[in-house]
């Protein structure tokens, strides 16, 4: 069975400060089940820039994914 899923992952560099906010990425994975085993391929950043992108949500139909942007001065 194969599913393919959309991600956020926070990628925090070892010097960043505290108070500075996290710079997430979506990526796009397949997921293949044997038995009890999950095994995650083909992951692909779908946001790879610098700022905050979050949220990943699937339209009803699976054709369309959504997310949280945040890129100067709009959300």
Do not use: H, K
């Amino acid at each position: 069975m194969r599913y393919t899923v959309a991600v956020a992952f926070c990628l925090l560099g070892a010097g960043a400060a505290r108070s500075q906010a996290p710079d997430p990425d979506i990526f796009l994975v397949s997921l293949a089940r044997s038995g009890d085993r999950i095994t995650v391929t083909a992951a692909r950043n779908l946001t790879s820039r610098p700022g905050y992108d979050n949220q990943p949500n699937w339209s009803r139909d699976g054709t369309t994914l959504f997310f949280t942007s945040q890129r100067e001065d709009a959300q």
